[in-house]
């Protein structure tokens, strides 16, 4: 069965509000919230850049279960986070750019997947300060949400891509 951008992305939402994580992966969701939370200028835009980075990892493991493949975290060494981010971040950059080979399936499917996960962010993150922000900050919102999105779609690439899922 191949999903369309809908479906993927509606599984996507429900699969995110269950705990879809690996352990490493919360790990990794729980710092980089922190690390947001205390370099933001309103705190609350670093729990936006969690719930975007869960819409994205999300959007992979639906794609994942949607190719027929089961993957679980592996027991042993999993890679310091520090090294996680780095990959993720590279993985997440190409991505966006179109490099690399990381989506799975039809690209434009995931793309437009990954594209209404955006939009819902922005809608439910930002449209109540629609009348008090401006263009360019706004703009600037919506580049933020969008590379966490896409930086958890990464993120589960890179869990893979690193061994730390099988």
């Known amino acids: 069965m191949s999903l369309d951008p809908e479906e993927l992305t509606y599984r996507a939402r ?5 705990h879809p994580l690996t352990p490493l992966a919360g ?3 729980e710092r980089a919230v922190g690390e ?3 370099s933001q200028a309103i705190p609350e835009i670093g729990i936006w850049a969690g719930g975007s980075l869960i819409d994205g990892y999300c959007l992979r493991r639906v794609e994942e279960d949607d190719v027929g493949l089961t993957l679980g975290a592996v027991a042993g060494d999993v890679p310091d986070l520090d090294v996680l981010e780095a990959e993720a971040s590279r993985i997440a950059a190409e991505v966006r750019t179109g490099a690399g080979d990381y989506l ?3 690209d434009v499917r995931t793309v437009a997947a990954l594209d209404r996960l955006v939009h819902s962010q922005v ?3 930002l449209e109540h ?7 360019k900050a706004w703009a600037e919102l919506e580049e933020y ?3 966490w999105v896409v930086k958890g779609y990464a993120l589960r690439v890179a869990e893979t891509s690193m061994g730390a899922v099988a």
């Open 14 to 18: 429900a699969l995110a509000q269950t």
């Open 27 to 29: 790990r990794y969701i």
């Open 36 to 38: 947001q939370r205390a």
């Open 104 to 106: 799975l399936g039809d």
């Open 123 to 125: 809608d439910r993150r």
């Open 129 to 135: 300060w629609r009348d008090s922000v401006d263009d």
């Open 145 to 147: 949400l969008t590379w």
